[in-house]
């Protein structure tokens, strides 16, 4: 493995990224891989979302994994994404009590051929989460714990990779004012309009025009977006 590291560095694409990761992937043992990466603080359900798959078609991972694994809340809430481990396909029944929409769930996994295989979150600067996949294992170490822990190491270093090379990635439509970063600080603290507008010596109504120029800058549309984006981009600090 330290070997297929020591290679990414030398990926100074996008494109070429992908190209080595899939290689890696099928020297591996998989026949399938995903890579879904959404907006800071968004799910990968989002229609901004970068995704790049092998070994299986674009609808059959929209109606499995988007309408889902993830619409249905199998990788967000208390589970593996808070948790930040991988599992397995097979284990899938572990993260949700709900039995009957397991049932389904893992048949739409039987129909698109992801009998098994990993899942694997990754996290990044500036809240740039994703998610990693690989599937259709063709040998038995493949599904093994020494080899989980190898390829969570792996996907987790070529997704800052990815962020290296791509900086300018969901940036922010246009910087904020030091008015505006003052006010959404505040709004960070749970202070509301009238006790920010007291704070600055502004009236309310001023304090609402700023936030709603911060909101279209920030691409959100409400306080709290606004404060988890302006954090998680490390506009403001509480």
Same mark, same amino acid.
């Given at each position: 493995?330290?070997?297929?590291?020591?290679?990414?560095?030398?990926?100074?694409?996008?494109?070429?990224?992908?190209?080595?990761?899939?290689?890696?992937?099928?020297?591996?043992?998989?026949?399938?891989?995903?890579?879904?990466?959404?907006?800071?603080?968004?799910?990968?359900?989002?229609?901004?979302?970068?995704?790049?798959?092998?070994?299986?078609?674009?609808?059959?991972?929209?109606?499995?994994?988007?309408?889902?694994?993830?619409?249905?809340?199998?990788?967000?809430?208390?589970?593996? #994404?808070?948790?930040?481990?991988?599992? *397995?396909? +097979?284990? &899938?029944? =572990?993260?949700?009590?709900?039995?009957?929409?397991? $049932?389904?769930?893992?048949?739409?996994?039987?129909?698109?051929?992801?009998?098994?295989?990993?899942?694997?979150?990754?996290?990044?600067?500036?809240?740039?989460?994703?998610?990693?996949?690989?599937?259709?294992?063709?040998?038995?170490?493949?599904?093994?714990?020494?080899?989980?822990?190898?390829?969570?190491?792996?996907?987790?270093?070529?997704?800052?990779?990815?962020?290296?090379?791509?900086?300018?990635?969901?940036? #922010?439509?246009?910087?904020?004012?030091? *008015?505006? +970063?003052? &006010?959404? =600080?505040?709004?960070?603290?749970?202070?509301?309009? $009238?006790?920010?507008?007291?704070?600055?010596?502004?009236?309310?109504?001023?304090?609402?025009?700023?936030?709603?120029?911060?909101?279209?800058?920030?691409?959100?549309?409400?306080?709290?977006?606004?404060?988890?984006?302006?954090?998680?981009?490390?506009?403001?600090?509480?």
């Amino acid at each position: 493995m330290q070997d297929y590291i020591a290679g990414l560095p030398d990926c100074d694409t996008p494109k070429s990224l992908w190209a080595y990761c899939l290689r890696v992937v099928k020297s591996l043992g998989f026949g399938a891989a995903i890579y879904a990466v959404p907006p800071p603080n968004k799910k990968p359900t989002h229609p901004d979302t970068i995704i790049r798959l092998h070994g299986i078609s674009l609808a059959d991972f929209y109606r499995f994994a988007l309408q889902g694994l993830i619409a249905e809340g199998h990788l967000t809430t208390s589970n593996s #994404l808070f948790r930040a481990a991988p599992f *397995r396909w +097979t284990d &899938i029944a =572990s993260l949700t009590s709900r039995t009957e929409e397991f $049932s389904n769930l893992k048949q739409q996994a039987n129909d698109v051929g992801l009998t098994d295989g990993w899942v694997i979150p990754v996290f990044g600067p500036k809240g740039r989460t994703g998610l990693v996949s690989y599937g259709l294992p063709n040998n038995i170490a493949a599904m093994e714990d020494k080899a989980k822990h190898a390829l969570q190491h792996f996907a987790q270093l070529a997704h800052l990779r990815l962020c290296q090379i791509t900086p300018y990635m969901y940036e #922010l439509n246009k910087d904020l004012s030091k *008015r505006e +970063t003052q &006010i959404i =600080s505040w709004v960070a603290k749970g202070k509301s309009n $009238s006790e920010i507008a007291q704070i600055l010596k502004v009236s309310e109504a001023s304090i609402d025009s700023y936030l709603r120029r911060a909101f279209a800058k920030l691409g959100v549309h409400d306080r709290t977006s606004a404060a988890v984006k302006a954090i998680s981009h490390d506009i403001v600090r509480i």
